[in-house]
């Protein structure tokens, strides 16, 4: 431990006799200062031993005593040295009585023990603490890496805690937890989840310090990963501040855990392109090949049904019509959701960052496929002004669009890409962050006319017709929706309108006059009854 009053008086060389503040000897000193100005306070720090023979001061004067002492006390100073037989035979009973009342040690100081004695005992226990903080905090880093090679993250969370006489937690990529040392700081360690995350919205490194749950002790926070986003965090939570050594063992924890990091990243990254791989061949209809590379890796996943969720941004689709590529940190955060989701609930998963796209696949009602739904719905939420076909454009185009297959086996691996795209196009176009493809085949076509190229479509297939009307010549654009309504009922539509059938039958002629198309051709009828619904939804 640093050095302290007490020690300082203990020490036989330097003969020191306490004066006043006998029961503040316990405080630590920073170093010891020999000043001999009236006002010493703008050149300390704080934790100071103040040295004087009272050259320049008024030692005698009581009101002059109590206004010095008051400023050093003020400045953090924690101990005064006095040295006798020099300007002063002995202490004056000003100085002691106000070291006295504002409760600050005083240190008499004999006459043989020079003040460079007393720096040099203060600076040799420094160095002698420094030493032991710097030993014990190599043995730390010793025990800490031997843990971490035999017992893993679990192992060096425990000699952590251990080390700094508190508690310690590990958070995944996505701010969950993922283990704590000892095992009761579990519940301590999840209700700093928000801090945590936080905390990953800063660069890596990344650190902070706050207040445990119920104030019941300190924690620092400490990002770990050398990328931009943080791979993981670091808890520890403790009674007081970290000491010198306390801090080297930290530090220790945090770069082994980094390289554990870096090196899980690594191996994720070839566990990324073996995907790749097996993705490839699944979509190339070659399942035995995909489950040949495959191997263990992932399980009974493409044994199992699955679902496949294609996602991009809008950033990523305008590049991908530039030819470039692109696609922001958006679609990093659905990874890591995905497979932190399926880390907890030990499944496996296949994620694979495909250009400017990202493609999982994962088991059908498996943790990670409810972890992407459960994402683009607080996404979605979370949007300003409700969810509109417009919402991917401008300053949204970065938002994530995601579209989900419905259930599928190795065999129909294909087929399930593309109706996750479709989903995924459908998104887009609603202006949602999330289609699955049963939607699609449970609701109306309708919604699929909101596009610009089937407006404009119908605008120009129908546009004659409404110039037509515009003259007040007729009301072509009403009969023709009319009798399109009824199926081609010729006294039906002309009783929804209220004319003879012989007029509507005038009117459907010169309909196909203008158009120069023939109604008796089912795709024509198509084509208009589709131009009309399209130029209704303005």
């Known amino acids: 431990m640093p050095p302290t009053l007490a020690s300082l008086v203990h020490h036989s060389a330097l003969k020191l006799t306490v004066r006043a503040g006998e029961d503040r000897l316990d405080v630590p000193v920073r170093w010891a200062h020999v000043s001999e100005l009236a006002d010493p306070v703008p050149y300390m720090e704080g934790g100071e031993l103040l040295l004087i023979t009272a050259l320049k001061l008024d030692a005698e004067n009581p009101e002059a005593m109590r ?15 006095f040295a006798v037989g020099v300007n002063y035979e002995d202490i004056p009973e000003a100085l002691v009585h106000a070291a006295e009342e504002e409760g600050l040690p005083l240190l008499e100081v004999p006459r043989r023990t020079p003040f460079l004695a007393i720096s040099k005992a203060v600076s040799a226990a420094i160095a002698a ?5 710097v030993t014990a905090g190599f043995a730390a880093q010793r025990e800490l890496t031997k843990q971490a090679l035999t017992d893993g993250p679990e192992g060096l969370l425990s000699a952590l805690a251990s080390q700094v006489d508190g508690w310690a937690a590990l958070y995944d990529a996505s701010g969950a937890v993922v283990a704590t040392a000892p095992e009761w700081a579990g519940r301590r360690a999840a209700r700093l989840t928000a801090d945590v995350q936080r905390l990953r919205e800063r660069p890596a490194p990344a650190s902070s310090v706050v207040a445990g749950p119920d104030h019941e ?58 995907g790749a791989a097996v993705l490839r061949m699944l979509l ?43 696609g922001g940190d958006a ?33 059908d009602g498996g943790a990670a496929v409810t972890a992407c739904c459960d994402h683009a719905a607080g996404l979605e939420a979370a949007r300003p002004g409700g969810t ?30 593309k109706q996750a795209e479709q989903a995924l196009s459908v998104a887009r176009r609603r202006g949602r962050v999330l289609v699955e493809h049963e939607q699609m085949a449970a609701g109306s076509v309708l919604p699929l006319l909101a596009d610009d190229a089937v407006r404009a479509f119908a605008d120009g297939l129908l546009r004659a017709l409404y110039e037509h009307d515009a003259t007040g010549r007729g009301d072509l ?8 309504s009824r199926h081609g009922q010729w006294d039906a539509a002309a009783a929804d309108l209220g004319v003879h059938r012989h007029t509507l039958r005038y009117r459907m002629r010169r309909v196909e006059e203008i158009l120069g198309r023939s109604l008796d051709d089912p795709d024509v009828r198509m084509e208009l009854w589709l131009a009309l619904k399209a130029t209704s939804t303005d």
Request: aromatic share 4%.
């Open 129 to 133: 603490d420094q030493y032991r903080a």
């Open 388 to 417: 509109t076909r417009e919402a991917l454009t401008g300053a949204d185009e970065d938002e994530l669009v995601v579209g989900l297959s419905a259930p599928a086996g190795p065999i129909a691996a294909s087929a399930a890409y």
């Open 477 to 484: 654009v009403a009969s023709l929706r009319a009798w399109l």
């Open 67 to 81: 206004r010095y002492v008051k400023r050093l006390v003020g400045a953090g100073v924690v101990g005064l040295g």
């Open 284 to 326: 190339a209809g070659e399942p035995d090949h995909a489950r040949a590379v495959a191997g263990d890796l992932y399980g009974g996943l493409l044994d199992a049904p699955f679902r496949i969720v294609v996602a991009e941004t809008g950033t990523a689709a305008a590049a991908r019509e530039r030819g470039e590529t692109g």
């Open 217 to 274: 002790d300190r924690v620092e926070l400490h990002s770990l990963g050398t990328g931009r986003r943080p791979r993981a965090a670091l808890a520890v939570g403790t009674a007081a501040t970290l000491g010198t050594a306390e801090r080297y063992a930290l530090h220790s924890a945090i770069a082994l855990l980094t390289l554990t990091t870096e090196r899980s990243r690594s191996l994720h990254a070839a566990e990324q392109r073996i």
């Open 331 to 363: 679609l990093g955060v659905l990874a890591e959701v995905v497979e932190s989701a399926a880390a907890r609930s030990g499944e496996a998963v296949l994620v694979v960052p495909e250009g400017e796209r990202l493609v999982v696949l994962a088991a």
